[in-house]
């Protein structure tokens, strides 16, 4: 008898563990930049491995953006949730995924643009698939901390040229929105005054600001650092673990 209580008690318990840890951040989020002066952050909730259930539960609280980072996984999951949820894709981009993102009508942003190749691609597969859609927010992935097994783009060429085409009439499915790091570990956990990847890309940002005429967003800052991105002038964060807890690993 007793034990049932308690075993409905741990199950009910989750949205409100969700719903006061999505507070939670959000506010810190909020206060922090207010604090400092940034005001225009917004928080990406990053759901990836986590149920379809717990993204319903946020969405139950007015949430509406959210990322991920598997293909398959979102594909799933934009298919059962709701229709009006802004789905950001914020994984290492494949150029034979590009059409089953494309697929998706409510895929609100792709984060993880790092070749002109795959913006190509994207572009193609959107006007062949989903053409009446809203166009697909680009975020063009730089490589700010020069490792070598990190994704993004590290030539001035190939960053020029991946922007110049997602300003021109040709990606007429893409929008350009801004810029995106996911920058190193060691970097994220020093405890320096600046993050460097940030630093790196905000001046991308200036750079590409004044040579094209345009206002980039950054999208940089994850649970261990969100708040140093803040400090340096992002425009959103993207939040997994502070909000859902700790992931399984990726079978
Ligand atoms: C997983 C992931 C996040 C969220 O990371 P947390 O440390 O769980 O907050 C943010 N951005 C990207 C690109 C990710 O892959």
Not at 1 to 29: C, G, H, W, Y
Not at 123 to 142: L, T
Request: net charge neutral; with cysteine; proline share 2%.
């Amino acid at each position: 008898m007793l034990r049932n209580v308690f075993k409905r008690t741990m199950a009910d318990s989750r949205p409100q563990q969700l719903i006061a840890r999505f507070n939670a951040v959000n506010e810190e989020v909020l206060n922090y930049a207010t604090q400092v002066g940034n005001n225009n952050v917004s928080l990406l909730a990053v759901s990836k491995l986590k149920p379809a259930s717990d993204v319903q539960i946020l969405y139950d609280h007015s949430v509406r953006s959210f990322g991920e980072n598997y293909v398959q996984e979102l594909v799933q999951k934009a298919s059962v949730l709701p229709k009006d949820i802004k789905w950001h894709f914020i994984g290492g981009l494949q150029t034979n995924k590009c059409k089953d993102l494309a697929k998706i009508p409510n895929l609100f942003a792709v984060e993880t643009i790092d070749s002109l190749k795959k913006a190509i691609k994207l572009n193609e597969a959107r006007a062949k698939f989903n053409p009446d859609a809203d166009k697909i927010r680009c975020y063009v992935q730089i490589n700010t901390s020069g490792e070598s097994q990190k994704s993004g783009l590290l030539a001035e060429d190939e960053i020029f040229e991946t922007v110049k085409f997602l300003l021109s009439d040709e990606a007429a499915h893409l929008e350009l929105s801004g810029l995106m790091t996911i920058g190193s570990w060691e970097v994220s956990h020093a405890a320096s005054e600046k993050n460097h990847d940030f630093e790196v890309l905000a001046q991308w940002k200036a750079q590409l600001d004044a040579k094209f005429g345009i206002d980039l967003k950054l999208s940089m800052g994850m649970s261990s650092d969100f708040k140093q991105a803040i400090n340096q002038g992002t425009s959103q964060v993207r939040v997994g673990t502070d909000i859902f807890g700790s992931r399984p690993t990726k079978s």
